[in-house]
């Protein structure tokens, strides 16, 4: 990283922009893993599900808010996101009651520490697409776009959930719902309590970055780059659909069965109307799409205005 004072040449830029591509195809290998597993462990599918998209968010992040504030956003959403899931588990508030297996390795308390690290890379995605759908990219955060922007970047938080929870807890079980649920063995609560978990750790960056400086300038191609890595996540979800070896139905810890064809096809539909949706709208909103402007011509990233220290 630079000094926040200085301005990286174009052969850091390139750096950076090399990096950021590596850890997107990564984790697009991951999701074909996940359904052509090869005898690899499952504990190292779930890894590259989890920290390519947790250092996507750390480099990318500290492009647009400098080091401190992608920090912030780690640190928010990491202490929120696991006092919500320690709290879930001892005591059913707000997701439900439901314990973790061994799946997802190592806990720390009763999470697992992969499940925390999760939160860091979607929740950056789905706030930074927040950003660009309510067109928050180059003003400062202020009035009542401080709470909009939250709500917002909850919802789209919920929607990665809603594409793919019933698959890691019913069919993966990483998860269990003992009592099982409505949604392929998933309760609504669930939902309703990803949407309070992420509400709280966006409102919190969300006053964090009140009144603060935009940000740094930054063209096109940058942005491009996080929906291009949300809209890999929402495909990954599509190779599900795949037929491959295993039970056609599974039973959730209530007793009740599962087409997994079912299960699946259900992840496609959620993924496509609610994830596709937001990824679309996204890439519509990005600064310069539509206007024939420089930065929508740019295919690279200019150097001018970038600090990442």
Known sequence: MTDANTEPTGKNIERWKSMLWMLMLIYAGSRLLQVFP??????????LHVIPPAVFALIHGAMFYRIRGILAFVAISVLVGNVFENLGVRTGFPFGHYYFTEVMGPKILVVPVFLGLAYVGMAYLSWTLA???????????????????????????????????????TIVRAWIWPR????FGVPLTNFLGWFV??????????VYLRNRSAGNALPAGYWN????????????????????PGPAVVSDPSGVPWKVSSITAASAVATISTMGGFALLAWTKRPGAGRGSKATR???WGAKGIALG
């Open 38 to 47: 090869s005898g690899i462990p499952m504990l190292a599918i779930v890894a």
């Open 131 to 169: 950003r660009l759908i309510l067109e928050e990219t180059q003003r400062p955060l202020a009035g009542s776009r401080v709470i909009t922007l939250a709500l917002l970047a909850s919802a789209i938080m919920v929607s990665w959930d809603l594409s793919m929870d019933s698959v890691w807890s």
């Open 225 to 244: 780059m996080a929906v291009a890595f949300y809209a890999v996540s929402a495909a990954g979800n599509l190779l599900l659909l795949i037929p491959r």
């Open 180 to 183: 099982g649920g409505i949604y």
């Open 197 to 206: 978990t992420g509400y709280v750790f966006y409102q919190l960056f969300a």
């Open 298 to 300: 740019q295919s690279g």
